[in-house]
């Protein structure tokens, strides 16, 4: 039975500008519905519409919800809306990206009147959020067996499905049971993100994108990608032939490995009005190092690095133009596994440049230790973000 949290009121879903396929979301809560079964199985939580024009994974989550409804559970299930204004206006955001404001905080520069006389719209979102999550980590902490969090999302241009990672041991195993690409350590270039923040307290975490914002396929992806996880987390298990069906929903390219995949170049757009990514690229295209990707400021943009052009930049909103992604060959995710396991994590404090930050975190001076600092952090599981031209922080995930 779903059990609807704070007062249900009722939800309709109403279609504006059928041309522009805009969908408008209407009348939400910010926990959606949960779905209660055995308290000592795993609680799983699924986040969507955190940008306000994805929609595909608030309907994919009621459709799961419905079928749901009267199966018993080996666990729990929570949907948690997003961004509701900007659902409810069938906009991105209203004030900044739900998805940047997980890590640094708020600054002035944020503020809007269309918020408080203090805050923006999306600040006020991620302070419900967060408390909704605290909630249900505080109601099933003595009893569930682990937390799984989900945060479904589309994509601006045509895109097969894929995985975002932070890239730890757990996060990769249970990524890996779904036939599709994984990006690797996304969080390193794209900051903030509400994942990342989850990861951080400690959680499991996986980013779904199931394609373009307006592709009917997009909802039978997330809807695919869903029952997959309830069926590997135990929660609910499908049979060998559902299993197979839901993996044929995720539409895999064959010309796209459901390989690991990291980012080796993110093009940071600092006026979106200003930036015009060229026609026709999709997610995972390939591209060579030189090929005319974009125009900014009426200045050619080329792709500075091999490999394949990654969520190119196609709405008026956002910062980040593209990314260019290559494979990462198996070998090196084997020795990545084997060293975290290893006491020789130990032993980095003592290498040239390195200064201890934190129990968690180390500070590199890069005019000291000059080589493979991005590689070697990275095999043993820490995030590396440079602060200066000089300096990076490596974070143990």
């Not at 605290?134 to 995985?163: G, N, P, Q, V, Y």
């Not at 298990?237 to 064959?254: A, K, M, N």
């Not at 260019?324 to 060959?329: A, G, M, Y």
């Not at 180390?362 to 000059?370: E, P, R």
Request: charged share 25%.
């Amino acid at each position: 039975m779903i059990h609807r949290v704070s007062g249900a009121r009722s939800k309709r879903i109403q279609m504006q500008n059928s041309e522009a396929q805009d969908v408008i979301i209407q009348g939400t809560e910010r926990i959606r519905w949960n779905l209660p079964g055995d308290e000592e199985g795993p609680v799983m939580v699924v986040f969507a519409g955190i940008h306000g024009n994805e929609t595909a994974g608030v309907h994919a989550i009621d459709s799961v919800a419905s079928d749901l409804s009267e199966v018993d559970l080996n666990g729990t299930v929570y949907s948690i809306t997003g961004n509701m204004k900007a659902l409810q206006l069938g906009v991105r955001y209203v004030d900044t990206d739900l998805n940047r404001l997980w890590e640094n905080g708020f600054d002035r520069s944020q503020y809007s009147s269309s918020g408080t006389a203090d805050h923006t719209v999306e600040h006020k979102e991620s302070l419900e959020i967060k408390r909704a999550v605290e909630w249900i980590l505080e109601k099933h902490r003595d009893k569930a067996s682990r937390f799984i969090f989900l945060d479904l999302h589309t994509t601006s241009s045509e895109s097969c499905a894929f995985i975002l990672v932070n890239d730890t041991l757990a996060n990769r195993e249970l990524a890996r049971r779904f036939p599709v690409p994984q990006i690797l350590g996304f969080e390193e270039n794209i900051r903030g993100t509400l994942l990342s923040y989850i990861n951080n307290i400690g959680h499991l975490s996986l980013g779904f994108e199931a394609g373009a914002h307006t592709n009917e396929a997009s909802i039978e992806r997330s809807e695919a990608f869903l029952r997959l996880m309830l069926h590997w987390l135990q929660i609910k298990r499908l049979s060998g032939q559902e299993v197979e069906t839901c993996e044929l929903q995720l539409d895999i390219h064959p010309d796209v490995p459901d390989s690991y995949y990291e980012v080796t170049y993110h093009k940071i757009v600092k006026d979106p009005s200003k930036f015009e990514m060229k026609p026709g690229f999709q997610n995972f295209d390939r591209v060579e190092k030189g090929t005319l990707l974009a125009k900014e400021n009426g200045e050619l943009i080329e792709a500075p690095v091999s490999g394949r052009i990654f969520m190119p930049l196609y709405q008026n909103k956002g910062h980040d133009g593209f990314l260019i992604i290559n494979e990462v060959s198996p070998f090196w995710l084997k020795l990545s596994a084997c060293i975290r396991k290893s006491f020789v994590h130990k032993l980095l404090k003592y290498l040239p440049g390195v200064h201890v930050e934190n129990e968690r975190a180390f500070k590199i001076d890069l005019k000291v230790a000059k080589f493979l600092v991005k590689d070697i952090f990275h095999l043993f599981g820490y995030r590396v973000v440079r602060t200066d031209e000089h300096t990076v922080i490596c974070y143990r995930r």
